[in-house]
């Protein structure tokens, strides 16, 4: 198998915009809880380092998840992602602000996107499956305020919460859709935490969780949504 050009692959450059997302939020102390900034400071810079070595180690897949630079910045990510929940849980902190909540989402994206990377690299070389995309079952449904056309849906996958803004019209409980986790969005003062794909259901039997062959609609619309992140980077 022939070496990637780590460089230019989806996959990691998804990873450096949540590491992105990920830094400003503790450089910026956009979540109001307790923490030792001085030490996250550092480990940032730590983390942040750790990734360059990945993205220009110019490995094939299967070298690239086992690298141990990759499994360092996994690491690395996880410790400070472990510490913050900690934080968050302890001081019972609930967001009061869109800004407040769009960031405890952006934090929660970053330390998944990361954790995530040497499963996605197990996946077909597609700009889909950079992101994770996952089997969510919608368990409520609401009017977003001040929108004729956008649904507010908390959905489950099985392992948590989700909140999906979404312009899919006669959406009901107990569907079952195909979801791309992107990096959250503020809709209309609503953070919606991902993205429902091809808008057709998924059978009634479908697991919850993570899809590992989905339709071809959610596979196309989700290439469309990673390319077009992509190109905001450049």
Not at 15 to 34: C, M, P, Q, S, T
Not at 190 to 207: C, I, K, N
């Amino acid at each position: 198998m022939k070496a990637l050009d780590t460089a230019k692959d989806p996959r990691i450059l998804v990873v450096e915009d949540a590491i992105g997302r990920f830094g400003n939020i503790v450089r910026n102390r956009r979540l109001k809880v307790h923490l030792d900034y001085g030490t996250f400071a550092n480990a940032l810079k730590s983390l942040e380092s750790t990734f360059y070595e990945v993205k220009y180690s110019y490995a094939e897949p299967g070298q690239l998840a086992e690298l141990p630079a990759t499994r360092k910045m996994v690491e690395e990510i996880s410790r400070m992602g472990t510490t913050i929940e900690s934080a968050v849980s302890s001081a019972n902190y609930r967001p009061k602000t869109v800004g407040e909540r769009l960031a405890l989402s952006e934090f929660r994206y970053g330390v998944r996107t990361v954790e995530g990377l040497p499963r996605r690299l197990a996946l077909p070389d597609d700009p889909a499956f950079a992101v994770d995309i996952i089997a969510v079952e919608v368990t409520q449904v609401s009017k977003v305020e001040g929108s004729d056309k956008l649904t507010l849906c908390r959905c489950t996958d099985a392992a948590r919460i989700w909140t999906i803004v979404t312009n899919i019209q006669r959406i009901k409980p107990g569907t079952r859709l195909p979801a791309a986790v992107l990096p959250p969005t503020e809709m209309m003062g609503v953070v919606s935490e991902a993205m429902f794909l091809g808008g057709d259901p998924l059978p009634e039997d479908t697991t919850l969780g993570l899809l590992s062959a989905p339709p071809e609609a959610a596979l196309n619309q989700a290439r469309g949504q990673v390319m077009a992140l992509i190109k905001r980077l450049a």
